[in-house]
């Protein structure tokens, strides 16, 4: 049974994980929101400014919701927000969710999307409940798949042709996903 608990604060070595705030708008463009290097590989289009600031004034609310779980990624010695990290996607019925995972330009090859998707990860598992978090990106995107690798994720498979891409091709997607050493337990 998932017992949804929603965007709690978590913390890491080097990165405070929280919930978005009104304030974030700025660092959130000028670290990577609205940068087109971020969205190269994934399906979202770049955001303005003025997305972002649309997007950031309705998380209050989103946080309403205990099956919300979207961290805004932050350098905790700065507080800068340097990147985020979400579920995109869950089963109630089935225990599975799906993580998605950005980090700004400058910081990236630190080992920080790990050291994020870790830290939730577990939360996801040991506080939630899931049974199986899973992952999955374009082919191409060697740098998610990585991250997917280093959190001893189990590559399963590929999707053939499970996205068009901002070319207009479609691209294959790599399959990974860690299952919970929990045995299952009755609905
Ligand atoms: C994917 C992303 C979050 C990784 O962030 P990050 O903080 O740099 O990740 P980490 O440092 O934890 O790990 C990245 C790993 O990929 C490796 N890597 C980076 N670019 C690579 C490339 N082109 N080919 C192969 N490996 C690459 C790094 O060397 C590192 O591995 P290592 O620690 O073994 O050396 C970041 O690149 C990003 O935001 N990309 C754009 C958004 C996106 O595509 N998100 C994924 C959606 S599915």
Not at 79 to 96: H, K, L, M, Q
Not at 101 to 129: F, Q
């Amino acid at each position: 049974m998932l017992k949804h608990t929603g965007t709690k604060y978590l913390q890491t070595h080097r990165l405070a994980l929280r919930p978005f705030r009104a304030e974030d708008a700025e660092s959130c463009v000028r670290n990577w929101a609205a940068d087109p290097d971020i969205y190269r590989h994934i399906s979202q289009q770049v955001r303005t400014p003025q997305d972002v600031s649309q997007w950031l004034s309705t998380a209050e609310q989103a946080y309403t919701s205990l099956e919300t779980y979207y961290w805004a990624i932050t350098e905790a010695t700065c507080g800068d927000v340097i990147g985020e990290i979400f579920v995109d996607d869950f089963s109630n019925r089935n225990r599975w969710c799906e993580l998605d995972w950005k980090i700004g330009k400058a910081y990236w090859g630190n080992g920080y999307a790990a050291e994020a998707a870790t830290v939730v990860i577990r939360y996801l598992l040991d506080e939630v409940g899931f049974h199986r978090v899973q992952a999955k990106c374009s082919v191409d995107n060697s740098a998610s798949e990585r991250v997917m690798q280093k959190v001893g994720m189990t590559k399963e498979g590929i999707l053939r042709d499970y996205f068009l891409a901002k070319d207009h091709r479609w691209r294959d997607v790599v399959l990974y996903s860690l299952l919970s050493s929990h045995p299952a337990s009755p609905q």
